[in-house]
């Protein structure tokens, strides 16, 4: 889950860190209103798209009328925070590095919105709860600061590395974290995702729940509701019926380097139903009848689940609602899968409702789709 940027800063207050005096806006500002006016958006960019404003006396309700209106939403929530004197602007984030099993810890000198132009980013990881954890960070930031800033830098990021484990985020920025003269540290910004996984142990921000529903597709809002997770991709040509992230992220990859990207990407959601191939093939044909989209693809893997069951389902599923659009389908079957139903047979079987070929490689599923295609 990404949470808004006042959900990441209570978030951060509430671990003792230092943010700048605010309120959230449902309504205008009063016009004695002064200091800088967010939008509370989940993307990016707000900054080069006119979405934070600075607001001097009597400002404050024209800037966030031009806020709302960039927004195409009157009643947008608006974060309006006091203006706080920066002598440098920072960036410092930390992000699960998931092939070394670490927090990694990344940091430039020079933050605000042209970070991604600096040229020397500091990074390395962490191990918060190791004991040379604070020696590690202070030898990551060292090289693009003076000693005493360093420090205090490696003390911080030490901290919100602890606060990554507690809160199970996947994600912690603060792009810009404002140096002040007098030496303090203050987050003027905060971006963090949260593990979907981790939301059972906690209580989602009315204001970050409330953004990312209305972020929702309709066809994603129905995925939802059916019990599993969907993201449409623009420009895709392929309508993908896959399940388990890693798995869709494959086949995300595989088809892109052939040239025919996919339309949508499908997950589990968790505590989701067993069974939600119906819903997920109905999702997928409703985005194939879409012009730009010229064919649906069905992969899956079976471990100890049975070859037979898949098949059958499958072929009922495309017998009640046939595909207007050429329909690929591949199944990676284990030797227990198998068990009594070999492939020659599931093959057959789908060929009885239109299936041209059953794949059990990906990268022969693909190059299936993209022949077709082209």
């Known amino acids: 889950m990404r949470l808004a940027e006042h959900d990441g800063k209570v978030l951060l207050r509430r671990h003792g860190v230092a943010t700048p005096a605010g309120r959230l806006l449902a309504g205008p500002p009063d016009p004695a209103d002064t200091g800088i006016l967010k939008a509370q958006i989940l993307e990016g960019g707000r900054g080069k798209r006119g979405l934070v404003r600075?607001?001097?006396?009597?400002?404050?309700?024209?800037?966030?009328?031009?806020?709302?209106?960039?927004?195409?939403?009157?009643?947008?929530?608006?974060?309006?925070?006091?203006?706080?004197?920066?002598?440098?602007?920072?960036?410092?984030?930390?992000?699960i590095d998931g092939t070394a099993q670490a927090i990694e810890l990344m940091c430039a000198p020079t933050g605000g919105m042209e970070v991604e132009n600096t040229p020397g980013l500091l990074r390395g990881p962490l191990f918060p709860e190791a004991p040379g954890a604070l020696e590690d960070?202070?030898?990551?930031?060292?090289?693009?600061?003076?000693?005493?800033?360093?420090?205090?830098?490696?003390?911080?990021?030490?901290?919100?590395?602890?606060?990554?484990?507690?809160?199970?985020?996947?994600?912690?920025?603060?792009?810009?974290?404002?140096?002040?003269?007098?030496g303090r540290l203050i987050a003027c910004d905060a971006k963090a995702v949260r593990d979907d996984a981790a939301a059972f142990r906690h209580a989602a921000p009315a204001l970050s729940a409330a953004l990312e529903d209305a972020a929702l597709t309709p066809l994603e809002r129905r995925a939802?509701?059916?019990?599993?997770?969907?993201?449409?991709?623009?420009?895709?040509r392929v309508a993908m019926i896959t399940a388990g992230a890693g798995l869709g992220m494959l086949m995300v990859d595989l088809l892109a380097d052939a040239g025919c990207p996919a339309a949508c990407f499908m997950d589990n959601a968790n505590g989701g139903p067993a069974e939600t191939m119906p819903e997920r093939l109905a999702l997928a044909f409703e985005i194939a009848e879409r012009p730009e989209v010229e064919a649906v693809m069905f992969f899956t893997t079976l471990a100890s689940r049975g070859l037979k069951a898949r098949v059958e389902a499958l072929a009922a599923a495309l017998r009640a609602r046939p595909p207007k659009k050429p329909f690929f389908a591949g199944i990676a079957a284990g030797h227990a899968a198998l068990r009594g139903y070999p492939m020659e047979q599931a093959r057959a079987d789908l060929a009885a409702v239109g299936v041209a070929a059953l794949h059990d490689n990906p990268h022969d599923l693909v190059r299936a789709v993209a022949a077709a295609i082209g």
């Open 54 to 95: 600075r607001a001097g006396p009597g400002e404050a309700p024209a800037a966030a009328a031009a806020i709302r209106a960039a927004l195409g939403d009157a009643a947008a929530p608006l974060l309006l925070e006091e203006a706080v004197p920066i002598a440098q602007e920072i960036y410092l984030a930390l992000r």
């Open 224 to 236: 939802r509701d059916a019990g599993f997770q969907m993201v449409e991709l623009p420009g895709g």
């Open 137 to 182: 960070a202070f030898r990551i930031l060292a090289p693009g600061f003076g000693a005493e800033p360093a420090a205090r830098l490696a003390r911080l990021a030490v901290r919100l590395a602890r606060i990554m484990v507690v809160e199970d985020l996947e994600l912690l920025e603060i792009n810009p974290l404002g140096l002040l003269a007098d």
